[in-house]
T-cell receptor
Framework: DSGVTQTPKHLITATGQRVTLRCSPR?????VYWYQQSLDQGLQFLIH???????AKGNILERFSAQQFPDLHSELNLSSLELGDSALYFC??????????????FGPGTRLLVL | AQKITQTQPGMFVQEKEAVTLDCTYD???????LFWYKQPSSGEMIFLIY??????QNATEGRYSLNFQKARKSANLVISASQLGDSAMYFC?????????????FGSGTRLLVRP
C-alpha cells in the first residue's frame, strides 16, 4: 500500500458525460501528479500540482481539468467524454515539488470505461 | 526530447532464476533519475527501485538491483531468485524536468512471466 488513495476504483459512464476522479496523496506529500494509461498511448503525464498550484501540464486535453485543494487532495475532472477517454487514471504523490531524489508513489488507479 | 526504450515486450523466466529486463534512455540533461515500477494484473503501480544519474554505485533493493551503465545510457533491472509473484508488467521511467516539475516518462513496458 503506497498510502495514496483514489476513488472511485471503477467508473462506467456514457459518451458526453462528465466525471470527477479524486486523489488523496500520502500524508505530508505536497505534490500530486496525474497520469493516464491507455492501450494505445501507454502511460502519459497529464498534470502536476504542488501545494495547490499548477506546476506543469502534459498531454492533457482541454476537456480535462484538475485542481488541488487546501487539504492537498486533488480532483481530475473529465468532461464531454469520448470512447477514447477510456483508460486507467493514476494519481501519484511526492513529498516536495519534484526534487532530484524524489520518488513518485502511485495510487491504485481509477479505471474509466466510456460506453 | 527525453525518451525511454524497453525492447522486450515479453519475457519468461524459470522460478528461482535471475532475469534482466532491459531499459535504455536518452537525455541531454546531466541530472536525471531512473525508476522501475511493477504493475501486477490488479493494475496498481508499485515503486521498485531508483537510480540517480550521479550515483556512483548501482542501486539495490532486496532482490532487485539496477545495472546502471551511464556511458551506454542503460538502466537494466535485475531480479534475482524469481518468484511466481514477480509475474507482472515492469516499467522503466525517467524523471524529466528541471525546476518546476519532474514528470515521469515511461517506457512501453516488459511483461514478465515466471514459470513454476
Amino acid at each position: 500500500d503506497s498510502g495514496v488513495t483514489q476513488t472511485p476504483k471503477h467508473l462506467i459512464t456514457a459518451t458526453g458525460q462528465r466525471v470527477t476522479l479524486r486523489c488523496s496523496p500520502r500524508s505530508g506529500d505536497l505534490s500530486v501528479y496525474w497520469y493516464q494509461q491507455s492501450l494505445d498511448q501507454g502511460l502519459q503525464f497529464l498534470i502536476h500540482y504542488y501545494n495547490g498550484e499548477e506546476r506543469a501540464k502534459g498531454n492533457i486535453l482541454e476537456r480535462f481539468s484538475a485542481q488541488q485543494f487546501p487539504d492537498l487532495h486533488s480532483e481530475l475532472n473529465l468532461s464531454s467524454l469520448e470512447l477514447g477517454d477510456s483508460a486507467l487514471y493514476f494519481c501519484a504523490s511526492s513529498p516536495q515539488g519534484g526534487g532530484s531524489q524524489e520518488t513518485q508513489y502511485f495510487g491504485p488507479g481509477t479505471r474509466l470505461l466510456v460506453l | 526530447a527525453q525518451k525511454i526504450t524497453q525492447t522486450q515486450p515479453g519475457m519468461f523466466v524459470q522460478e528461482k532464476e535471475a532475469v534482466t529486463l532491459d531499459c535504455t534512455y536518452d537525455t541531454s540533461d546531466p541530472s536525471y533519475g531512473l525508476f522501475w515500477y511493477k504493475q501486477p494484473s490488479s493494475g496498481e503501480m508499485i515503486f521498485l527501485i531508483y537510480q540517480g544519474s550521479y550515483d556512483q554505485q548501482n542501486a539495490t533493493e532486496g532482490r532487485y538491483s539496477l545495472n546502471f551503465q551511464k556511458a551506454r545510457k542503460s538502466a537494466n533491472l535485475v531480479i534475482s531468485a524469481s518468484q511466481l509473484g514477480d509475474s507482472a508488467m515492469y516499467f522503466c521511467a525517467m524523471r524529466e524536468g528541471m525546476g518546476s516539475s519532474y514528470k515521469l516518462i515511461f517506457g512501453s513496458g516488459t511483461r514478465l512471466l515466471v514459470r513454476p
